[in-house]
């Protein structure tokens, strides 16, 4: 519910920002739970595209098989899928073959030591997901997510984290008003 709310919060300020539903994969063999979801999100009547599931703790293939029923029924409504937390385990990727989830999303930070996999390299070649890198904090990070090819990377690196609060009072901020006060607008 917190989430479909800030997605609903942030689309009705006039900003179309995606959000992604954290749910295990247990969870999505409970045609309760599905049925309870699917509810939810008709409900919430937001457009499509604006609500993703970010699948995690797919650690064998036992959840695989029992979670696709629920999977297929979300893609029905309109409901991208991620893959959160990946790691390049075999059955992650066997589940990706069949699935072909619209985000992969890697924390680069299980590479440092040992670097990027083959596999790995080559999932922007094989799967049409989108890459998400997490967790950049350090120079190496940066140069292992252009060498995978991520659209997508974020990280103490990057930015550091804003709150909700600082996000909604940045125009408020003294360097806001100093940035206008020397390029005043003409009317």
Known sequence: MEGLDTITYWYRSGRFIPGILPLSAKHLASSNLIDALSDLILNSRLPVGLVSL???KLNSADPINSCMEGLLRMRRLGV?????????ASSQIQWMETIQPEGIHLDMSQFRSD???IEIISLGETFRSEIYASNITLVKDLESIIALGAQHGYGGLMMPPVSRHQMLHISDSRIAKAIFSLHPHKT
């Not at 991208?80 to 390049?88: E, T, V, W």
């Open 54 to 56: 970010g699948v995690h």
């Open 80 to 88: 991208a899928i991620h893959l959160l937390d990946f790691s390049g």
């Open 115 to 117: 670097g990027l996999p």
